[in-house]
């Protein structure tokens, strides 16, 4: 179009030049001619409409819109005034609407070293996936949507993990999160072959696990000396847990409800082939299977309880937590970073626990 109206524009100059030397008797002539020629076009054409190209429309509304309506009425045209007006009104609107078109749309672009930022955490953490990286962000005092992240990592051609949809019974036991314990023995294996068992307890509201013990063998009274461990624990923390969930497996003796109960502890039992009723403390040991055992050669049981130990810290004081909005159990989140110099230059420092299996970033003190 805006080739096609130069060209106009070029040629009718030139005819404006011819036309300078002409008599006004000349002119006259020539008008009447053209006037002419008009009638008989539209003789030609009958009950048809000529066709005007983009350009066409726009020449003629710049050369004619300054011109009266009741003069453009007496003009022998091929349209009706009404319709070059029109056209020199639809020629402003989408010059406007060109002028007022932002230079960039959408959001501001991601800041870059918060856009590299993101890509080094899903370099270093393969596991890890957008929600669980925008954890990590806002435990940096960084904020950005979780959407940003995703489309950090689509934009890198790094698949994100899908985000899980929530049940019936993980909606109910949020609701009753503040009076919920939760444990559950799992087991793992040495080099050698050993099967060590696992006991470990969650609490819904806060999500701080306690890891009761390890053993190759659990007994009535080790499980037992785990349930007063873990009572007067909840005592000096001053807990106001009511009910503790555990499953029907035989390792749980009876002197281990007996002792919770004496300490104000209601023990709930699972229904048969109901895992999601204790899906807080089943989603616990597939976390702690995927990021710690899964990843570790455990050589007995001091290495086991050792590396529970550092993941038990890791977990309480600062992996986020999707289910308590990426919160830590130990620590609040701190308070957005609002210094564009502190966002622009981040220096993040990374320190490894276990040799590296798993990662806290912090600020460089």
Not at 210 to 221: D, E, I, N
Not at 225 to 230: D, E, I, S
Not at 287 to 311: G, K, P
Request: charged share 25%.
């Amino acid at each position: 179009m805006l080739l096609r109206l130069a060209y106009l524009g070029v040629t009718n100059a030139f005819v404006l030049l011819r036309l300078l030397p002409m008599s006004d008797r000349d002119k006259d002539t020539e008008i009447l001619a053209l006037r002419h020629q008009i009638t008989v076009l539209e003789r030609q054409l009958g009950d048809a409409r000529p066709r005007f190209s983009p350009g066409d429309r726009a020449f003629l509304a710049a050369l004619l819109h300054r011109l009266p309506a009741a003069t453009l009425r007496r003009l022998r045209l091929l349209l009706r005034p009404e319709t070059v007006l029109r056209w020199h009104r639809d020629l402003l609107a989408r010059r406007h609407a060109a002028r007022s078109r932002p230079k960039r749309p959408g959001r501001p672009r991601t800041i870059h070293s918060i856009r590299l930022l993101v890509l080094r955490l899903a370099r270093e953490n393969p596991a890890w996936g957008y929600r669980r990286i925008h954890g990590e962000l806002l435990v940096l005092g960084i904020k950005a949507a979780a959407s940003t992240v995703w489309q950090i990592l689509q934009d890198a051609g790094i698949d994100p993990a899908p985000e899980r949809t929530s049940t019936t019974w993980s909606t109910f036991l949020r609701s009753q999160a503040d009076a919920l314990l939760a444990c559950d023995f799992f087991e793992t294996t040495t080099l050698r072959g050993t099967r060590l068992y696992v006991l470990p307890v969650i609490e819904h509201a806060s999500r701080r696990a306690r890891v009761l013990g390890a053993t190759a063998h659990p007994t009535a009274s080790g499980v037992t000396q785990a349930a007063r461990n873990l009572a007067m624990d909840l005592e000096d923390a001053g807990s106001t847990a009511r009910f503790l969930i555990r499953d029907r497996d035989g390792k749980f003796p009876t002197l281990f409800d007996s002792v919770l109960a004496d300490a104000g502890l209601r023990v709930v039992l699972s229904g048969v082939r109901l895992p999601r009723m204790n899906a807080i403390m089943e989603r616990w040991i597939r976390s702690c299977r995927r990021e710690l055992l899964d990843r570790t050669l455990i050589r007995n049981q001091q290495h086991l309880l050792h590396a529970l130990r550092e993941y038990e810290h890791f977990y309480n004081t600062h992996r986020p937590h999707q289910g308590i909005a990426n919160a830590r159990p130990l620590q609040p989140l701190p308070q957005p970073t609002a210094d564009q110099a502190t966002v622009t230059r981040l220096d993040i420092r990374r320190r490894q626990r276990l040799g590296g299996i798993l990662n806290e970033y912090h600020y460089a003190s």
